[in-house]
């Protein structure tokens, strides 16, 4: 059983970043790709980014592409979502999950094992 516990939202202006961090416990992350969703109110919940269990591939939902960046740190069995350039409607609450051996594409929400309880982060204008 995979514990997840995201940590790093909070509120920040257009065009500044932050920092998600998922601390991971249950087991080690190597064998597990993981990913980044978000969810806005009123909407359905979306990836963000994967990191494949390998560590050698990555998939990005259009709408962040070249502004943010998943990575791991095996050391600390923590995943990262790093995000720049943050825009009002990246607001959102943002979950962290994982699955065994998953590759770095878009899964849908049924695939995923392991979720953590999300860390809301707010984008003002």
């Known amino acids: 059983q995979v514990q997840l516990v995201e940590s790093g939202g909070g509120l920040v202006q257009a065009g500044g970043s932050l920092r998600l961090s998922c601390v991971a416990s249950?087991?080690?992350?190597?064998?597990?790709?993981v990913a980044w969703f978000r969810q806005a109110p009123r909407k359905d919940r979306e990836v963000v980014a994967v990191?494949?269990?390998?560590?050698?591939?990555?998939y990005y939902a259009d709408f962040v592409k070249g502004r943010f960046i998943i990575s791991t740190n095996d050391a600390e069995n923590t995943v990262y979502l790093q995000m720049e350039s943050l825009q009002p409607e990246d607001t959102a609450v943002y979950y962290c999950?994982?699955?065994?051996?998953?590759?770095?594409?878009?899964?849908?929400?049924?695939?995923?094992?392991?979720w953590g309880q999300g860390t809301q982060v707010t984008v003002s204008s």
């Open positions: 999950a994982a699955k065994l051996f998953a590759m770095a594409r878009d899964l849908p929400l049924s695939a995923w094992n392991y």
């Open positions: 990191l494949a269990w390998s560590g050698g591939s990555t």
């Open positions: 249950g087991a080690t992350l190597s064998r597990y790709g």
